[in-house]
């Protein structure tokens, strides 16, 4: 069984940033692909990014060279840096892990996730 809990989330203009974490527990993190996805109110659970266990980094356009994931499988946790906040990223922010080892970007390929962080950004 794998926990994963999220912090980091919170209020900040448009054009800033914020950098969530998620701390796992579980001795086999270093071999999921971790996972980070946002839901909208009223809107479907969508897919930010992830990252495998070799580094590899995957990414939904609409973030591309705004967020970075990361991860510090020596800490048991993987960081999602937000760079340039817009107000659509708005959304309650949850981390899942995927013990399959294989990148997805389907939220019911992932077999554990947190509780969820909300970001806000304000104009």
């Known amino acids: 069984q794998v926990q994963l809990v999220e912090s980091g989330g919170g209020l900040v203009q448009a054009g800033g940033s914020l950098r969530l974490s998620c701390a796992a527990s579980?001795?086999?993190?270093?071999?999921?692909?971790m996972g980070w996805f946002r839901q909208a109110a009223g809107k479907e659970r969508e897919f930010v990014a992830a990252i495998r266990w070799s580094g590899t980094t995957y990414y939904v356009d609409s973030v591309k060279g705004r967020f970075t994931i990361s991860r510090d499988d020596a800490k048991n946790t993987v960081y999602l840096q937000m760079n340039s906040l817009k107000l659509g990223d708005t959304a309650v922010y949850y981390c899942a892990a995927d013990r399959s080892g294989a990148p997805s970007t389907r939220f019911d390929d992932y077999d554990y996730w947190g509780q969820g962080t909300q970001v806000t950004v304000s104009s």
């Open positions: 579980g001795r086999t993190f270093s071999r999921y692909v």
